[in-house]
């Protein structure tokens, strides 16, 4: 038996495969072999007491259990403790570290069991499944292995445990430390202990370097060295592609059915955690991501781009039920793919460009951006130019409708402005003044036409409705913070938007209805504006809020029910751990005369 699912879960991984962990130590979600995979542990979409689809080990009776990740990290340990006395922990991790020149990232999942008082009586359970969820993994024992046929390949798991009590999930004191390896399946060279060990250590010193090379802010620091560990292990390190999340179908809210699959690229999302990790001097995942971009923008054969793409871009990614999954406790549909694909959002062409800017102006890059990437870059312009003042489905996807929504019309700007900047600073004179010229032109249109009668800026040119996307224009830079419409804007959304001191989207009904709950990322966007427009204290004020909202290990998802407080919306999300980087790095004192 596991937990009700909940999103009081861990994340660990190595930039190739993650996993989900609950707050009791079992492994409730993890694709195989890769993100985008077969959800082989999917229990925590498939209702409230789901049979299959973790791997659990915990005390045969009832016990209590504490969790945190090992200091600066994304190795997790669980401590589970007995009425009796007993005790063990659970060290969890996916091996990251560098190896013959290169970083190591096999698609593998490390567990390591030791005692640590009395004699604890464990449990393992390990119920894989396949084809989403549809059946369960027939098993086969080996000698020192248990071996289960996955949709994308077979999973091995290589133990030194007894093979007898793991097959037939029978109770068993734990005299020892034990090792669990998840792996592709292929024999090891090394006993599981040595692997483990060693692994271990090697993973530990890599995440500790990795850490130590971050420009993090004075205070908050622990929220944003966790933020940033989330975001990176959101990467998928083989293609450069940075995943929106790593789970599908958690709903937005508890009384709806707004359950999408965010195991995918999309460019918006993508250029949020570029800018977060850039800010923290995180830059090697922008530079993979420019590849990643090189090869969509390849594979379109043309400047058109789409919203998303699978991590592997040529993969495809149509929306499917899965049928065989009862839904995050009972909500289905479970969704396999993203139909958001095939929509029309022209802010993709700024969110690409406002990622590459940093290459041609950052000079510890060891590859600076050049005339080649401008000339890439330069088609996406052109389509922004030509789009911004069409309709599109927006950032917030509607599926039922389309508008020319302002945020879309101020990030195709941006790709003019950012353009004329690049273009100048390559020393090609035309060029930036072709692209200044166009995006002053364009500049004068949208804000003349997204300023609503009533006094504030509209979601939409020549609309009426509020909407928290607008909250990005200063940070877009179309619109300087301290301008009176901006400061009305702040000040309106702020009022009308808020909830329990947290952001809706908008009240407007959309193709779901009504929205109830939170979007996370708009509350930071809020706090950033707050403190732009010299109102630092109620930032800050707020900011201390959402740190409070985390989960027990540091994590947000997608949304909060602004009246119970409780986290809804895939997991992690990389918008709501990017906008917790800025926002402290925004508001936080400086390093100036500390001690």
Not at 21 to 29: H, M, S, Y
Not at 130 to 146: C, F, K, Y
Not at 186 to 200: C, K, M, N, W, Y
Not at 507 to 534: M, N, Q, S
Request: net charge negative; with cysteine.
């Amino acid at each position: 038996m596991i937990a009700r699912p909940s999103l009081d879960l861990a994340v660990i991984g190595n930039c190739d495969v993650a996993a989900l962990i609950d707050r009791a130590g079992a492994l409730v979600w993890g694709c195989w072999p890769r993100f985008d995979g077969d959800p082989v542990f999917c229990a925590l979409v498939d209702g409230d007491d789901p049979d299959g689809g973790h791997f659990s080990i915990g005390f045969d009776q009832p016990g209590t259990s504490e969790q945190d990740y090992l200091r600066n990290t994304a190795i997790l340990r669980t401590v589970h403790r007995d009425a009796a006395g007993a005790a063990f922990a659970v060290t969890d991790f996916a091996p990251r570290f560098r190896q013959f020149g290169r970083v190591f990232h096999p698609p593998m999942i490390v567990r390591l069991v030791e005692p640590l008082a009395g004699l604890p009586r464990v449990r393992v359970r390990i119920r894989p499944r396949a084809h989403h969820g549809a059946e369960a993994s027939p098993l086969v024992a080996g000698s020192s292995h248990l071996r289960w046929i996955a949709g994308e390949g077979a999973v091995r798991l290589t133990t030194d445990a007894s093979i007898g009590h793991l097959a037939g999930e029978s109770a068993f004191v734990l005299t020892r430390p034990l090792t669990f390896i998840l792996h592709p399946d292929e024999t090891l060279t090394d006993s599981p202990a040595r692997i483990g060990r060693d692994f271990l250590e090697k993973t530990t010193t890599w995440w500790l370097d990795w850490v130590r090379s971050l420009n993090v802010p004075y205070e908050w620091q622990s929220a944003v060295i966790r933020a940033a560990i989330t975001l990176q292990l959101c990467s998928f390190e083989d293609t450069g592609a940075i995943v929106a999340a790593l789970t599908t179908s958690i709903p937005e809210s508890p009384d709806g059915d707004r359950n999408w699959d965010y195991r995918y690229c999309w460019l918006r999302d993508a250029y949020f955690t570029v800018h977060a990790l850039n800010r923290v001097g995180a830059t090697a995942t922008m530079e993979r991501y420019i590849e990643y971009v090189t090869n969509v923008i390849a594979l379109e054969q043309g400047p058109t781009l789409k919203p998303l793409y699978a991590i592997v871009p040529e993969r495809p990614i149509d929306e499917v039920i899965a049928g065989g999954l009862c839904g995050y406790r009972g909500r289905a549909p479970v969704r396999i793919g993203n139909a958001a694909r095939d929509q029309v959002q022209h802010d993709v062409y700024g969110s690409v460009i406002l990622a590459a800017r940093q290459m041609f102006f950052d000079e510890r890059l060891p590859r600076k951006g050049d005339l080649a990437l401008f000339h890439l870059l330069e088609p996406l312009g052109l389509c922004a130019l030509r789009h911004a003042l069409t309709p599109d489905a927006g950032i917030w996807e509607y599926r039922g409708r389309t508008r020319i929504h302002t945020h879309s019309a101020a990030m195709c700007w941006a790709a003019c402005d950012r353009l004329a900047r690049i273009a100048a600073a390559l020393d090609l004179a035309a060029a930036a003044k072709h692209w200044r010229d166009a995006a002053d032109d364009l500049r004068e249109t949208i804000l003349s036409r997204a300023w609503n009668e009533a006094g504030w800026f509209a979601g939409s040119l020549d609309g009426d409705e509020l909407d928290a996307s607008v909250l990005l224009l200063h940070e877009i830079g179309i619109v300087e913070a301290r301008d009176p419409r901006f400061v009305a804007t702040v000040e309106r959304i702020g009022a009308d938007l808020g909830e329990d001191g947290l952001l809706l989207r908008y009240r407007a009904a959309d193709d779901f209805g009504v929205p109830t709950v939170a979007f996370t990322i708009c509350t930071f966007w809020y706090v950033d504006a707050l403190a732009a427009i010299g109102c630092t204290d109620r930032a800050r004020a707020i900011f201390e809020t959402l740190l409070a909202r985390r989960n027990h290990v540091g994590l947000l998802s997608e949304d909060i029910d602004p009246r119970s407080g409780e986290l809804w919306g895939n997991f992690p999300q990389t918008y709501s751990m990017a906008g917790l980087i800025v926002a402290a790095m925004r508001l936080s004192r400086g390093w100036e005369g500390v001690g």
